[in-house]
């Protein structure tokens, strides 16, 4: 994993290069947007930990050149304004993540590995929680070594809940997720799937589970 | 009973008294002007007044006969003073009846006797002795026509008076005037009152609208009475220097919180270096609680700073979406969330950006504050009533009013309160036009409820 930081305050960046060598990939911090567009140009980088008040600009300026790469990486925009609108317009133009300072350490962790993983199934079809791997082209999942097959129904859940693991799925999402819009979804058709698949990963001695947040959602944690 | 410090009742007041200043004055005047002419004209006028009483009381009783009949105090006792002189005499007739009193001279009842009838009114000497006293013929228009002869009256000064007073009282222009003015002094306390109090009304209205937003509404200028004008464009640039002075405040707290992240970034990461577990999780507090008032500070003034906009949501899905993203902060704290809502929408006008800002805040004291607490329950009523209800040690009832007020912490809370959490809800329901109550959930635990204003009209379907 390779991770560009573009931060203009050096303590920071430095704290942040350390964090994040640490937990996820190395770093390389850039303090303008000029500098750090010319190296998103000529290196390839999975993650990008952009700042918004930079010396010659906002930081949200780098996002449409972003978007041109190919891959494309992971973006978590870091910044001290954090009014809601900011927060919609980032994520409007592009920026997967949005964290507003100071925030705890694993709090950005948490969310660039999110962010990572749903890039990954992206990509490669393929991503891990925990001890499971998830493998959409095989329509299969790992626990450890061991194979899980899962019927399609189930498959999409797990889809839906790992794209996201760690944070809540609404309900309604989740059947958006695994049902077309066309079915007659009966009231409880979704949670016998998330219990046979809450059973399956149990059996499967599988260190991630599925939580049931009443009147929300489900949510894929890792024990 | 208090005066009403009103510009009318003053103004009628005045206007009343002036007038009976005015007609007080108008009536020494005129009988100071009596008095000023000759003895001979101010006989002539008593005599014609006597004259004149006479002719008015002349009329007939049920039988049929000729008498006097004289109503009126003043009336009375210029007859009676008439009557006590013993050279006055009087002669009253209908032609066919007569009246007299005292003793008409010879010369007079020639003079009565000879004076042809298309004479209607004449003046004439006798002579009693070598005294010439004054004599006054006067025959009226009325069938029969009235004949009265009067003579030998004189009068002192203060009897003139009287007679004067008497000849003035009925005719007085001037009292004529006085009556309409007090009935216009009357009317004008209740017109002028509305004159004057609805162009004050439709500016006290046009002020009523202002919103405390900086660069907010002034009172307009376009239906604002001339007079009034001076005092609105003084009140309007007192807005206008509080509004900078507000703004100023505004700038410096938004600007100063802001500034203060990036270094709080800096602190919360170098923590981590530190070794001492004990020493660092204290730290980790500190720096969260000043992250938060931090934080708060900047909602609050952004809050105050502009206007919220409103659409038309969902109660429920905004509230579900909100929630959903604090689950894994509770969860770790061992904190379960559960969310309750009726089957389909609950449809307000409210601001997604605020209301998001004041849930937020009662899930972070629910987390804060609450220790202890299983689940916490958010609930979205159909009365559009969204509810959080904790399992924490709650608040005391006489706490709960002002802990809606900033930086007021409920006296058995940690050290990690901000203390603005609950006055920021406050001002949010505030501006949603809502209300903001705490009470006291089943076994301890705080219900905090904020009630959203119902959507009058029907909510959309589909």
């Known amino acids: ?80 304004l954090d009014d809601p609108i900011d927060i919609v317009s980032a ?91 066309d079915e007659e979804i009966e009231s409880n058709v979704l949670d016998s799937h998330v219990s046979r698949l809450r059973k399956r990963l149990r059996e499967g001695n599988c260190n991630a589970t599925i939580r049931t947040i009443r009147g929300i959602g489900y949510m894929l944690v890792q024990e | 009973m208090k005066r009403p410090n009103s510009i009318a009742f003053p103004v009628a007041t005045v206007l009343i008294l002036g007038m009976a ?38 009329g007939y009783d049920h039988t049929g006969k000729f008498v006097l009949e004289v109503d009126g105090v003043i009336a009375e006792k210029l007859i009676r003073l008439s009557e006590e002189q013993p050279d006055f005499w009087y002669f009253v007739s209908d032609g066919a009846q007569s009246i007299i009193h005292g003793a008409v001279p010879a ?93 004050v009304r439709r500016v006290v209205d046009s002020a009523e609208q202002i919103d405390g937003l900086p660069n907010g509404r002034r009172i307009s200028d376009r239906d604002t009475p001339i007079e009034l004008k001076p005092m609105v464009a003084a009140f309007n640039s007192a807005l206008g220097c509080i509004d900078n002075a507000f703004e100023a405040q505004r700038n410096f707290l938004a600007n100063a919180s802001h500034e203060l992240r990036t270094p709080l970034t800096k602190l919360r990461l170098k923590l981590d270096l530190v070794r001492d577990l004990e020493v660092r999780n204290v730290l980790v507090r500190d720096t969260a609680r000043l992250a938060s008032i931090v934080t708060t500070s900047l909602q609050l003034a952004r809050l105050s700073g502009q206007a919220l906009t409103f659409s038309e949501i969902d109660l429920a899905a905004v509230a579900r979406a909100i929630i959903a993203e604090h689950v894994p902060s509770a969860m770790k704290q061992g904190m379960d969330i559960e969310f309750k809502a009726p089957e389909g929408r609950v449809m307000i006008s409210g601001s997604e950006p605020a209301i998001r800002v004041a849930l937020d805040n009662l899930i972070i004291n629910a987390m804060r504050h609450a220790h202890g607490t299983e689940v916490l329950v958010v609930e979205v009523l159909q009365s559009c009533i969204l509810r959080v209800t904790d399992g924490g040690p709650g608040i005391p009832a006489a706490e709960r009013e002002k802990m809606l007020r900033p930086f007021v912490r409920g006296s058995a ?50």
């Open chain 2, 107 to 199: 010369s007079v009842q020639h003079v009565i006797d000879m004076t042809s009838p298309q004479i209607f009114s004449s003046q004439f000497y006798y002579f009693k002795g070598d005294e010439r006293l004054l004599g006054l013929r006067k025959l009226n228009a009325d069938v029969p026509a009235k004949l009265v002869v009067v003579g030998g009256a004189s009068f002192s000064n203060l009897e003139t008076l009287l007679v004067v007073l008497r000849e003035i009282w009925p005719q007085g222009l001037y009292h004529l005037l006085g009556i309409v003015l007090v009935a216009t002094a009357t009317i004008a306390v209740v017109a002028v009152k509305r004159t004057i109090a609805t162009p």
């Open chain 1, 1 to 80: 994993m390779r991770i560009l930081i573009v931060e203009d305050d050096r303590e920071l960046a430095s704290s942040l290069k350390t964090m994040m060598e640490a937990a996820i990939g190395v770093a390389d911090v850039f303090e303008t947007v000029a500098d750090a567009e010319a190296a998103l140009l000529a290196f390839k980088f999975d993650l990008v930990i952009i700042d918004r008040n930079l010396p010659d600009g906002d930081g949200l300026s780098l996002l449409p050149t972003l978007r041109q790469l190919r891959p494309r990486p992971a973006t978590v925009v870091l910044t001290a």
């Open chain 2, 21 to 58: 200043l005015m007609m007080v004055i108008s009536t020494v005047v005129t009988v100071t002007v009596f008095l000023l002419t000759d003895a001979q004209s101010r006989k002539q006028v008593a005599v014609e007044s006597v004259v004149e009483l006479l002719q008015h009381g002349g």
């Open chain 1, 91 to 181: 994520l409007d133009k592009g920026a997967d993540e949005y964290v507003g300072k100071p925030f705890e350490p694993m709090e950005l962790i948490a969310r660039a590995r999110a962010v990572l993983r749903r890039y990954s199934l992206d990509e490669t079809g393929c991503t891990q929680f925990g001890n499971l791997s998830f493998d959409l082209t095989n329509r299969s999942a790992l626990i450890g070594e061991d194979v899980l097959s899962l019927p399609r129904r189930e498959l999409a859940v797990l889809e839906a809940l790992i794209r996201r693991a760690g944070r809540v799925v609404q309900r309604d999402n989740l059947e958006a997720a695994v049902y077309n819009i």
């Open chain 2, 413 to 462: 809370s940690a050290s990690e309160g901000t203390g603005m959490g609950l006055a920021i809800v406050s001002q949010i329901m505030m501006a949603h036009t809502g209300s903001v109550a705490l009470g006291e959930a089943t076994g301890n635990g705080l219900v905090v409820d904020l009630a959203f204003p119902k959507i009058a009209k029907a909510p959309p379907s589909s």
